[in-house]
């Protein structure tokens, strides 16, 4: 038996064959075309053979896994018709005389590799999907294109594990789960969108095998760990008989979860503990819904305001709120103030370079140095209170002082309204993030000011840490339960015990159900996890004493 490991990017067990496909070793030779405008007309017509065939998928994918998460196939019509990708292929075509295959294919090589070599893991992660539309490109052109992977699993009856170089999107939209019970890959990342689709369709994948790809053997028996991301090969009976326990506890865990829906998060005591949902986007409400959280505990307004042309005006955003309250109906939603800086950046915006972003200018003290952008999203957000179970969350907080400014603006805002005559709930609650160890040690003295707390522990491990949430090289030290994060967030439940506000705790933490128990105990009074979490912490709570 040997042993390899990969990230594992979708939980889930499977045994089975490994069947290996795709296009390992293909190349197209250069050779110089006899007619450089017929290679582009073969060239155009692929490309719209290739977004008809985009609509049908995105079609489909909008069916299985809603709107939202198909938006990567829209993506895909776009990079179709992307200018620079365009213009490359067609000067290869007319000034190098290639061939339109070889034109594709070279040409995204080429983005390809520019993407892979991004340090940011999502931009790393669209090397698949440049590899997706170039396939997509080739079918047409190249008689000679591999087999694609349904054509080799055709006459397949038992599902197999598919091996292939590199997960593209349309392929997890593609699989039949008769025939796949699982992928692994040797590229990938787990924010790719192939990674996030799987997860959603709860597929097993493993992905970035790296070079031990090449171990692999056709047909041989293989077990795959989608959690851990370790794949046996020729596993000995003991190893089997230890997986299929897990695969069959785990499908069994599965159903099971399924019948929490419409319970309540109640423990063997009596104490109840609403387990709510974070969303980036309005279409996660779906997930939400399907999920069954009992709320949203965190809506990041930073990634609306990332996908708008310039900052939202007061109009669209009371609208944008008001619709995501309203489909809530009637379950409370936390939506926080823009959490801009780090990673998030507004295209619109030119933020300075910052040696130590996440230590820099983001979250609250970017607000409060544009005051006119916060309280145009405090007027909004008090308008969308009409509407629903509205919460407003202020992100990053390090004094009393920041939150007196930020309370201040919030009177202002109501003032407006109040002048203006527009109608808003006057009791909204206002409650701040615990992400620095500055909040978190003067946490009495900001309970007196505020409803309630949230503890991101996400930003608040990095900083008591000194470990960079995203850096895999000091990952082994990012660790929320170092004892000093432990201690912080009991003596936050404290504080927030002694005022008598609401405790919330979000971030990586919120969903590890080791530390369930000891969030209750430390007071909280909600916890907010991804959505497909939710059910799982409905039942680690039920089953607590
Ligand atoms: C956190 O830091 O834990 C948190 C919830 O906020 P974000 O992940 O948006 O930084
Ligand atoms: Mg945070």
Redesign the pocket.
Known sequence: MKKIRGIGASRGIAIGKLVITGEQGYTVEYTEAEDSRKELERFEDARKKAEKDLDQVYLEAVRRVGKESSMIFQLHIMMLQDQDFYEAIRDSIIKRHSKAEYAVWKVAQQFAAVFSSMEDEYMRGRAADVADISRRLLRYLDPHFPKDFEESLQDREEPCILAVENVVPSMIMQLDSKKVSAIVSREGSRSSHSAILARILGIPAVVAVGPSFSVFKQEENVVLDGSTGWIFLEPDEETLCRFRRQRDSFLLHLEQLQELRGTKAITKSNRYVEIYA?ITRPGDMEEVLENDGDGVG?Y?T?YYFMNTKDFPTEEEQYHHYASLLQELNGKPAVI?TL?VG?D?QLPYMNMMEEDNPSMGFRAMRFSLDMPHILVTQMKALLRASSHGDLRVLL??ITTVQEVKQAKEYWRQAKEALRREGVPFDENTPLGI?I?TPAAALTAAALAKEVDYF?????????FVTAAD?NNPKVAYLYDFHHPAVLKLISMVGDAAKEAGIGLNI?????GDITLTEFFLQCGASSL?VAPHAVLELRRTVQQLD
């Open positions: 974070s965190l990041r930073e926080r959490d780090t998030r992100p990053m993030m992400e949230s503890i991101g522990t996400s930003d608040l491990t990095q949430r979000s971030g990586e933490a919120a907010t």
